[in-house]
């Protein structure tokens, strides 16, 4: 979708499980576009298209991604499904729901049991956002300009929150 240049492959691929997690999960999107990495966006439910996800998550690595993330709500199984079909790191975002606000999509899925990891950002917006963070910082390992576009980014939020420190 993002793309920093025409022809560089996606990086990211942000998954959800329905086009009502999609406002949520622009957040985590706005944020790669923010720090110019390139992602793909993609709605491919664990439950209602289980065959086309796992094809999804099967060729992802080969195609270049290099971090999922992955926004669910309710029974949220969709972060832990894809964590079993891949050695990429997962991180899973809760939406908030309207039956539980989002308690139960939270607990879905920061309870994966031992042995397959999925890193949980909080419910929500603010989650989505932090999980286009933590994504760019796993990038920032390996790639200079990344953490250089991090590293600016956490600089200009201080000076932000250093402006508003007067307030009376
Ligand atoms: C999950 O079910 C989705 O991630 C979504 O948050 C929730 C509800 O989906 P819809 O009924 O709105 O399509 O699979």
Redesign the pocket.
Known sequence: MTQQSQSSPPRVAIL??????LETMNHASDMLKKLQIVHEVRIL????ATDALLEYVGDAEKRGIQVIIA??????H?AGVIAAKTMLPVLGVP?Q?KALQGMD?LLSIVQMPKGIPVGTLAIGTAGAANAGLLAAAILALSDHGVRDRLTAFREEQTKKVLADQFVS
């Open positions: 959800m499980g329905s086009r009502s997690d439910s664990a439950h209602r926004g669910a709500g309710g029974a949220a969709l939406m729901s999509s």
